[in-house]
């Protein structure tokens, strides 16, 4: 049963007026990298813009997509719209991923004002930082007015996206550890806020206590803006400290809004534009380049050449062909 | 080419979801993205995540015996959001004479308990090869 292929032109009309199916097949072809959606991210980005990103990250188990979760459901009753982009890594084996966070999120499923969409590290083609990115302007033109990206702080990509964003939230929990598990990731950085997870558990004050101490060595203000980057005590099972969560997620977008939050949104530019432009290269070379391979690779095997002199012959042959 | 993606569902009282977390290993296993939506899920839960997700493939596992009433149900939801091309298998114990009556409905396959792991990635696969470019 061959089924029509509705054209992205035709999506993103749709997408604009809230259909869920056409936002979820434009992601669908936003991270598979279709060549067919090209001009129709061109004129989403456009017209996206609007709304407010936040990149939350934090090592696996620290509790962060129940956050998502509780987070939303506070961001519901002030009548925002919430898309959730959980990224998960891929198994390093096969390439396939078992994406369970929707489990934790399940009360807002039927929510028409919330959007979920996970998405494996791996399934993004030509890198996750242009797929999410991506991802979140569909969101953002199909009527979202938060954007979180929950992604596992372990690899340096997943940190680039949740700096990526307007406002990163950087999670860290008790009892994974004696120590603050943001530090060894080089999160600790990034973070607009910190929130200590799971502050119901008897343990969670010291985790608060050995954060605050770590924080107060680093820059705890960030030049240019003046933003001092809070400490907050969140527990998901009770709901403590969530409104002051979410009462420093909306000064921060303030301040991400204003004119101190110029570098911020020129730093997000560069990145994207770093992160697209090297998608593009690599696209073409591998275009241009296959014919060659082969015959090079047979010869770095009898070694009649060295790797970098046949990979500069590779180059220059990619060069010519394109 | 990007991984097939397939939601898992478990609807109903049933509380068993051992056999449905071997599937989905199984299909990890073999590159595909998989999600799982958790126990007892209503249709309408199982239809908006299979549409928010744009799976190829929605996997519906019951144990249960609602399988004829459970079905009409998610065909309706999926015509609603306008997403009738998701490919919906079935999987679970049930009689001969409800398969039949599954397929009818559009049910594209009935994978029963004692499928083997080869053939149901092979299933996924060919019905996601038949349905061509999306
Ligand atoms: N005590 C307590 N446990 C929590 C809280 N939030 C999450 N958890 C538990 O922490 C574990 C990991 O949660 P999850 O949200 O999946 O973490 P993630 O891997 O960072 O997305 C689960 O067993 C949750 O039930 C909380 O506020 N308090
Ligand atoms: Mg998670």
């Known amino acids: 049963m061959k089924t029509r292929y509705v054209p992205s032109t035709e999506l993103l009309e749709r997408a604009q007026c809230g259909e869920m199916a056409a936002i979820g097949r434009l992601i669908t072809r936003a991270e598979g990298n279709v060549e067919e959606i090209r001009s129709t991210l061109s004129t989403i980005y456009q017209r996206a813009g609007r709304a407010h990103v936040i990149g939350l990250t934090g090592v696996p188990g620290s509790g962060k997509s129940t956050l998502v979760g509780t987070l939303t459901a506070r961001l519901r009753t002030k009548g925002q719209k919430v898309g959730i982009v959980a990224v998960d890594p891929s198994s390093p084996y096969s390439g396939g991923a078992i994406l369970g966070d929707r489990v934790r999120m399940s009360e807002l499923v039927l929510d028409p004002g919330v959007y979920i ?138 301040v991400a809004r204003s004119s101190r939050g110029d570098a911020r949104r020129r730093a997000i530019a560069t990145f994207r534009l770093q992160k697209t432009a090297e998608h593009l290269l690599v696209e073409r070379f591998t275009k241009a380049s296959a014919s060659a391979v082969p015959a090079l690779a047979e010869r770095l095997s009898r070694r009649q050449g060295d790797p970098y002199a046949l990979a500069n012959e590779l180059l220059a042959s990619a060069a010519a062909s394109s | 080419m990007e991984p097939i993606r397939v939601l898992l569902a478990k609807v109903g009282l049933d509380g068993h979801d051992r056999g449905v977390k071997v599937v989905a290993r199984t299909l990890r296993d073999a590159g595909m993205d998989v999600i799982y939506s958790g126990l007892h899920r209503t249709p309408a839960e199982v239809v908006t995540a299979a549409v928010q997700e744009d799976v190829d493939v929605l996997g519906v596992s019951l144990l249960s015996g609602v399988q004829l009433t459970v079905f009409p149900k998610i065909f309706a939801l999926l015509e609603e959001h306008g997403a009738r091309d998701m490919i919906v298998i079935a999987g679970g114990v049930m009689p001969d004479e409800d398969v039949v009556e599954l397929k009818k409905m559009g049910v594209a396959e009935v994978l029963l308990q004692d499928t083997t792991p080869d053939k149901i990635v092979a299933t996924l696969k060919r019905l996601v090869t038949e349905r061509g470019a999306r």
């Open chain 1, 117 to 254: 969409r996970s998405m494996a590290t791996r399934g993004a083609v030509g890198g996750m930082a242009r797929a999410t990115l991506d991802v979140v302007d569909i969101l953002d033109i199909g009527g979202f007015d938060t954007i979180i990206i929950e992604t596992v702080g372990v690899g340096q990509d997943e940190v680039e996206i949740a700096k990526a964003s307007h406002t990163t939230v950087v999670v860290s929990a008790p009892g994974l550890g004696d120590d603050i598990q943001a530090i060894k990731a080089g999160m600790l950085e990034i973070a607009d806020i910190h929130v200590v997870s799971k502050f119901d558990r008897s343990d969670a004050n010291r985790t608060m206590v050995d954060l605050k101490k770590m924080l107060t060595f680093g820059a705890m203000t960030s030049a240019g803006t003046g933003w001092q980057t809070p400490v907050v005590g969140v527990s998901s099972l009770s709901g403590e400290g969530l409104d002051e969560l979410v009462e420093k997620i909306e000064l921060h977008r303030e």
